[in-house]
């Protein structure tokens, strides 16, 4: 085993860039002597990859913790621990009908002659995994990767340490290096990374250095599945009614303290109705979280760059002429927890309307006919996730088929990504690709078509002489 490193120093990174290069070497080799696993050779590493967070648990929830400042174990074990386990249980429930070949029937031009579509993995598959939900966002692309057959190595956050170690441990104790590693380090380490020959390649981040991982993995033709952020948006129709909507939506948007990939970033509100959605959230806040800053169910913010970066977007709100309502309690910028805000009315070029605020800032933009709302978030990115509130079925439609988005739920937020059967990936700027369930088994597979001639071949006429075959033509 070669332990792994998180310094960022010119040695640090030539030395990480040296394992990352023989890792590589050796997850090729040894998927050179198994190209296609058994289910049982799966459904091990599936198994033991089970009982490594089972095992490790408590471990993980404490460096996380200690990572984040202050994050409660409960978000850690909802987000992070209890949807990655799921995700095995269902993957290994599933995994002989994900692996088995799909019989295809011929046109009477291939007859009699057989097809089928064999399900094969990639080989080594790279995962580069963002801080905010740092275990499940390495881990549930792994399960993919596992159930198609493939061996991975995963680069998780440099901004969580602790948790790196821990998974970096972990996982040198429950698997072979030549099956899965763990690769630590910072951008760096992370170029060095995404520069190396994968069969496959998934990033979750921002979009700024998904382009990056873009650049580099051409190099190698290796494809890319990229999971990135946005500013997804929450649409309150006229017909919603803010007590059933407003607690779904505050829940949504505070786990985490809005350091979710696909947490509510905007509310479009009817209007005339935005004071009512106001004191609506503002109680909803105080219900969820009472008493901030001292109040342990709330999630600090990541650095105190980030925090700054979020002090930023509202203070250039407030100058460019946008309201803002302190939703409850109070900021704490040494424990770094950020009272939650909310911006009605920011210019469309202040940072907090043009760039995915990811943190607990709700930003509201009134609007007046649903064609307008659909409208503005046309003409925007597109969204990782996509929220509408209302009981008019017409509406609901419209918003539909009118908008794209990586993934809609509708009465409620988040919950789309929460069921294994439902693909997971962005659209546009917010991504491409997809995982979670079979999505991710076929992301990470090779759909092999296979046909087998007869004995008795029925295309004989393609064989020249033409001569016969011609005066038919
Ligand atoms: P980030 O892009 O800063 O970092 C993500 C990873 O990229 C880290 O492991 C980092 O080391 C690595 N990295 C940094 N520079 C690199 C480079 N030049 N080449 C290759 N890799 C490099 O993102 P973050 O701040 O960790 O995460 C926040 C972002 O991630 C937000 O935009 C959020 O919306 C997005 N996100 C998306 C999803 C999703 O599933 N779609 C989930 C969570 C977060």
């Known amino acids: 085993q070669v332990a792994p490193r998180t310094d960022e120093?010119?040695?640090?990174?030539?030395?990480?860039?040296?394992?990352?290069?023989?890792?590589?070497?050796?997850?090729?080799?040894?998927?050179?002597?198994?190209?296609?696993?058994?289910?049982?050779?799966?459904?091990?590493?599936?198994?033991?990859?089970?009982r490594m967070v089972e095992a490790w648990h408590e471990r993980f929830i404490t460096?996380?913790?200690?990572?984040?400042?202050?994050?409660?174990?409960?978000?850690?074990?909802?987000?992070?621990?209890?949807?990655?386990?799921?995700?095995?249980?269902?993957?290994?429930?599933?995994?002989?009908?994900?692996?088995?070949?799909?019989?295809?029937?011929?046109?009477?031009?291939?007859?009699?002659?057989?097809?089928?579509?064999?399900?094969?993995?990639?080989?080594?598959?790279?995962?580069?995994?963002?801080?905010?939900?740092?275990?499940?966002?390495?881990?549930?692309?792994?399960?993919?990767?596992?159930?198609?057959?493939?061996?991975?190595?995963?680069k998780p956050s440099e901004l969580t340490p602790a948790?790196?170690?821990?998974?970096?441990?972990?996982?040198?104790?429950?698997?072979?290096?030549?099956?899965?590693?763990?690769?630590?380090?910072?951008?760096?380490?992370?170029?060095?990374?995404?520069?190396?020959?994968?069969?496959?390649?998934?990033?979750?981040?921002?979009?700024?250095?998904?382009?990056?991982?873009?650049?580099?993995?051409?190099?190698?033709?290796?494809?890319?599945?990229?999971?990135?952020?946005?500013?997804?948006?929450?649409?309150?129709?006229?017909?919603?009614?803010?007590?059933?909507?407003?607690?779904?939506?505050?829940?949504?948007?505070?786990?985490?303290?809005?350091?979710?990939?696909?947490?509510?970033?905007?509310?479009?509100?009817?209007?005339?109705r935005v004071a009512d959605f106001l004191s609506a959230v503002k109680a909803e806040v105080e219900r969820q979280y009472p008493g901030l800053p001292a109040n342990a169910d709330y999630t600090s913010i990541i650095s105190a760059r980030h925090f700054a970066r979020l002090t930023q977007l509202v203070e250039e709100a407030r100058d460019r002429g946008a309201e803002v309502v302190e939703l409850g309690g109070a900021h704490d910028a040494e424990g770094r927890v950020f009272a939650p805000v909310a911006v009605i009315g920011a210019p469309e070029d202040t940072?907090?309307?043009?760039?995915?605020?990811?943190?607990?800032?709700?930003?509201?933009?009134?609007?007046?006919?649903?064609?307008?709302?659909?409208?503005?978030?046309?003409?925007r990115d597109r969204p990782l996730a996509l929220y509408w509130f209302g009981e008019d079925k017409a509406a609901e439609t419209r918003v539909l088929t009118g908008t794209i988005a990586g993934g809609v739920t509708i009465n409620d937020t988040l919950l789309h990504l929460a069921q294994d059967d439902l693909p997971f990936g962005g659209v546009g700027a917010s991504g491409y690709g997809a995982y979670h369930g079979e999505a991710g088994f076929l992301t990470f597979s090779k759909e092999k078509p296979v046909l087998k001639q007869s004995a008795i071949s029925g295309v004989k006429f393609l064989y020249p002489p033409y001569g016969r075959v011609a005066s038919f033509m």
């Not at 990572?67 to 074990?77: E, Q």
């Not at 579509?117 to 399960?143: A, F, K």
């Not at 607690?247 to 303290?257: D, Q, Y």
């Open 9 to 50: 120093t010119a040695t640090g990174v030539a030395e990480s860039e040296a394992r990352i290069t023989a890792l590589l070497a050796a997850q090729k080799a040894g998927w050179a002597t198994d190209v296609t696993p058994s289910h049982a050779t799966r459904d091990d590493r599936l198994a033991r990859l089970d």
């Open 63 to 154: 460096a996380i913790s200690e990572d984040f400042g202050n994050r409660p174990a409960v978000v850690t074990t909802l987000t992070d621990i209890v949807p990655v386990r799921a995700a095995i249980r269902h993957a290994r429930r599933q995994l002989r009908a994900w692996m088995r070949p799909r019989r295809v029937s011929l046109a009477w031009t291939g007859k009699p002659a057989s097809a089928q579509i064999l399900r094969q993995p990639l080989g080594v598959v790279g995962i580069v995994g963002p801080w905010n939900y740092p275990l499940n966002l390495v881990l549930s692309p792994l399960i993919g990767a596992l159930a198609a057959g493939n061996r991975a190595m995963l």
């Open 163 to 272: 948790f790196s170690q821990a998974l970096a441990l972990a996982v040198a104790e429950t698997f072979a290096e030549d099956e899965v590693a763990v690769v630590t380090g910072g951008p760096d380490v992370a170029t060095a990374f995404t520069a190396a020959p994968f069969d496959h390649l998934v990033f979750t981040g921002s979009t700024a250095v998904g382009r990056k991982v873009v650049e580099a993995a051409a190099k190698n033709l290796t494809p890319v599945t990229l999971e990135l952020g946005g500013k997804s948006p929450v649409i309150l129709d006229p017909s919603v009614d803010f007590d059933k909507a407003v607690p779904r939506l505050v829940w949504g948007k505070l786990l985490n303290s809005g350091q979710t990939c696909v947490a509510p970033d905007y509310a479009l509100v009817p209007l005339g």
């Open 351 to 379: 940072g907090v309307m043009a760039e995915e605020i990811f943190g607990p800032i709700l930003a509201v933009v009134a609007y007046d006919t649903l064609d307008e709302a659909i409208a503005y978030i046309n003409r």
